[in-house]
């Protein structure tokens, strides 16, 4: 059975991720929230690592506990983020920080960990969840865009580095999908939205396809005529 790590993984696209690809695949989670890692883990048997990916220490404690367990790793899907929306000079630095720093910065040190261990199997997939927002701009969006293109051009770029030693990379581009980051933050939906089933289909067939194919993009919208 398959090793897949999951970040942001005790909610949302994460939860929903864990969920249906329990059965299939050994999963370990990553995520903040200790009681509902928990919660998961009895109800669907995986494993996981309270991490905090914003601190490169946890990020390589759980890659360190997770290579003991399982020597191998062979997917990770990126999917922790956050989202801030507002006028840039009302935006606490604090905010902008936290954003920045889990978007791109803690992308980055869970790639850079889990490649570690997928460069001398010379073999992986790492799929990073980005967003519309990664390739698109709106105003009152400055730091969420900034944050999402940061990892767009991250993305582009380990592509070219990690297929070097077997690696396949994909950039994943979903539009507004139905969960919680955007109640955390306070914000409202407006207007279709995909939801978690669709995104997790979409994975799916992502993490199905042949190691001789590579989606280097993958965009996805909600439909509405």
């Not at 191998?72 to 630095?93: H, W």
């Not at 040190?109 to 927002?133: D, H, R, Y």
């Not at 969960?179 to 199905?208: P, Y």
């Amino acid at each position: 059975m398959k090793n897949i790590v999951i970040t942001g993984g005790s909610d949302g696209i994460g939860e929903a991720l864990a969920k249906a690809l329990s059965s299939d695949f050994h999963v370990t989670l990553l995520a903040r929230n200790t009681d509902k890692l928990e919660q998961l883990s009895k109800e669907i048997g995986c494993d996981f690592s309270v991490c905090d990916i914003r601190k490169y220490e946890d990020v390589k404690r759980a890659f360190d506990e997770i290579k003991s367990r399982h020597e191998l790793v062979d997917i990770l899907i990126n999917n922790a983020g956050v989202i801030v929306n507002g006028d840039l000079t009302e935006t606490p630095y604090d905010t902008i920080e936290d954003v920045m720093s889990t978007n791109a910065m803690g992308t980055i040190f869970v790639t850079k960990a889990c490649l570690e261990i997928m460069k001398p199997q010379k073999s992986g997939l790492i799929i990073n969840v980005i967003s519309q927002a990664g390739i698109t701009a709106k105003p009152y969006r400055s730091v969420y865009n900034a944050s999402k293109w940061a990892l767009t051009g991250f993305t582009k770029a380990i592509q070219e580095e990690a297929c070097e030693y077997g690696v396949r990379v994909t950039g994943f581009y979903p539009g507004t999908v139905s969960t919680k980051l955007f109640e955390k933050a306070g914000l409202d939906i407006h207007g279709a939205a995909l939801d978690t089933a669709q995104i997790v289909k979409t994975l799916r067939f992502v993490i199905d396809s042949d190691d001789s194919m590579l989606f280097p993009e993958l965009g996805v919208k909600p439909f509405a005529n």
